[in-house]
């Protein structure tokens, strides 16, 4: 079945990093759009990054640009998030999504992964 | 990058309907229809209800349905159930070519 799964979460202290990713099966992934969108704990959804299908094209919310980095291997069928220079305000539970309808809507979300930043 | 507005909540018995607004700008919402609505109950992920301003996914009740009228699109629930109780946020691609989610609405059934 169509599935996205994410890992690498954790607890890093201030100024760390993390490598977030997505694994995705049960489509052809090479063909989407994903987004990584995040929730703060009790908060509301926030988008992060989006990569398209070849990978040419990144953009990035403004709260992350120049810390965060999106990549993709169609090969191996996975979705990265480089979290860098972290700040206690990017504490969140991080969920990947395929862009299944273009711009109009993210069809598949994953069960997400929980960064936490905190010394 | 301002987060769409949506009232903090909305309320209605089982069976009646309600209406959840979604406020943006012509920059978002207004400028395409690339609206898109979401569902998240406690502790999951959320799950697409609405895409590209009206279109329901498959699987997705008939219930649900979706518009929009110059910067401020509206997800309405007709034969409210108890299942529905959850929180509801609007997204929109946007002008700078990212996207924007609203403030999330938290929808009771009483």
């Known amino acids: 079945q169509v599935q996205l799964v994410e890992s690498g979460g954790g607890l890093v202290k201030p100024g760390g990093s993390l490598r977030l990713s997505c694994a995705a099966s049960?489509?052809?992934?090479?063909?989407?759009?994903m987004s990584w969108i995040r929730q703060a704990p009790g908060k509301g959804l926030e988008w992060v990054s989006y990569?398209?299908?070849?990978?040419?094209?990144?953009n990035y919310a403004d709260s992350v640009k120049g810390r965060f980095t999106i990549s993709r291997d169609n090969a191996r069928n996975s979705l990265n998030l480089q979290v860098s220079s972290l700040r206690a305000e990017d504490t969140a539970v991080y969920y990947c999504?395929?862009?299944?309808?273009?711009?109009?809507?993210?069809?598949?979300w994953g069960q997400g992964t929980t960064v936490t930043v905190s010394s | 990058q301002s987060a769409l507005t949506q009232p903090a909540s909305v309320s209605g018995s089982p069976g009646q309907s309600i209406t959840i607004s979604c406020t943006g700008t012509s920059s978002d919402v207004g400028g395409y229809n690339y609206v898109s609505w979401y569902q998240q109950h406690p502790g999951k992920a959320p799950k697409l209800m609405i895409y590209?301003?009206?279109n329901r996914p498959s699987g997705v009740s008939n219930r649900f349905s979706g518009s929009k009228s110059g910067n401020t699109a509206s997800l309405s629930i007709s034969g409210l159930q108890a299942e529905d109780e959850a929180d509801y946020y609007c997204?929109?691609?946007?002008?700078?070519?990212?996207?924007?989610f609203g403030t999330g609405t938290k929808v009771t059934v009483l």
């Open positions: 590209e301003v009206s």
């Open positions: 999504a395929r862009e299944g309808y273009g711009f109009g809507g993210m069809d598949v």
């Open positions: 049960g489509f052809t992934f090479s063909d989407y759009y």
């Open positions: 990569i398209s299908s070849s990978g040419s094209t990144r």
């Open positions: 997204s929109s691609y946007t002008s700078s070519s990212f996207y924007v």
